[in-house]
């Protein structure tokens, strides 16, 4: 059996008919950018995450970008001016986005599920990104800071969808849970402030042109596809979540180690299914033989890349590092058949018994 590690194929053969339909609505209307099928889909989104604003843009990378640029401009405390402090163990999108607007990026260690946990110690007059690795719900410790952003890009469907702080970054790049069908991302804020100004900023700074802009919009055909695909997004959510439920019993009283816990599946958005194992290469390896794909999600936190270097304080991110060394995702799709599921779970227990 062959078992792959993501399943946009599937996907669109079920979905074939409303796509193609919406495709030809778009490019017959004659109206590709900033249209209606834009605005709804950020009605829809901003309603979704119980907000007041959305935003579409080109990427969740570029939506962090904007949120950094925005508050570069905007976070006035003077003893830490632009110092961000973020989770070591994530995808290196939270922090370029922040690095490459002048921000002076601090790592903080992870707990042993991999969230970022953040100091208590420090000042109040403080900017944290908060990720949800692989999904799982954020719990801020330090609501008090001056600001808080969330890289929701895996767990913005969390905790249904309760947002915390001034503005979510969202990614719908193919491989999330609401998936478009190019490059495509969001902001979501209750901040009218932000919204204003990020409405400008992605469009060269029109029409005020208070300040120069850039160009970062979601055509009409990426917004077309993810209202079809957004009335299916429940309906994945739960087939996931039951996935899961299939790997956790499974797996229960043996030596695979779930960083998905029963007692959160309800709120974990379940964009990954991570196991911790001592030999996870040579797992990996072995299930690779039997046809079943897996990933690392991720091999390296960000401390000890290269180029992230001189913002880390090695000393202090152990955890993040420990469990670097560990982590395998196994497959998770809403579209995976239960004997999938079942061959997956026989195969990883064969070899890790």
Known sequence: MKVPFFGLDRQYTNLKDELLEATNNVLSSGRLMSGKHTEEFEHWLAKKN????????????????????????HFLVTAHRHVVYMPTLTFPATAN???????????????????????????DKEFHVYVGLYGAPIVPHSLTSDVIIEDGAQHWLSNNCARYGHATAISFDPTKNLPSSGN?????????????????YQNHGKPSHITVGTNSRMSELDCSHLLV?????DKW??????????????????????????????????????????????????????GIRCKIHYEQPLHEISCFRKHSELDMLSKASILSRKVLSLPLFPELSNDEVNYVIARVLFHAS
């Open 50 to 73: 119980n907000s007041k604003y959305a935003i579409v843009c080109h990427s969740g990378t570029n939506a962090l970008e904007m949120i950094a640029k925005y508050w570069w401009n």
């Open 97 to 123: 986005a922040f690095i490459n607007t002048g921000w002076d990026v601090k790592f903080v260690d992870s707990n042993k599920y991999g969230q970022g946990v953040h100091k208590h110690e420090l000042n």
């Open 184 to 200: 495509g991302g969001a902001i979501v804020t209750n901040d009218k402030a932000l919204n204003d100004w990020i409405k400008e």
């Open 229 to 233: 695909r957004s009335k299916y997004l």
């Open 237 to 290: 959510q739960a087939r996931r979540k039951e996935i899961v439920r299939m790997y956790n019993s499974a797996f229960k009283s043996t030596n695979v180690e779930s960083l998905i816990k029963d007692n959160v599946i309800n709120d974990h958005a379940c964009h990954k299914y991570v196991i911790v194992c001592n030999s996870r290469n040579l797992l990996n390896t072995k299930l690779h033989k039997d």
